[in-house]
């Protein structure tokens, strides 16, 4: 039913869409880096994307990275950047 999972083809039009500076598409590529679709997991580099994003607009990126933040997850952990995060997701 629907159309088959394609993650391949579907890297390339995220790849795009941040190389284009759209929030949601960096926050996606952020998604593939951090869990290892398509690309070789890097919790470094998804931690710098999700900033990136959410420093762009996208909420579920500035949540992602607060918790991130919060955790140390990719990044020493830091509970005051989370706090930070966590309230720019509450503005946008």
Known sequence: RGVPKDTK???VFIKKSAELGFPDGICQLAEMHENGIEVQ????KA????KQAADNGSKSAAIRYGQMCLQGIGIPKNEEEAATYFKLATKL
């Open 47 to 50: 931690t710098k994307l999700y």
């Open 41 to 44: 997991k890097d919790l470094e």
């Open 9 to 11: 083809r579907a890297l």
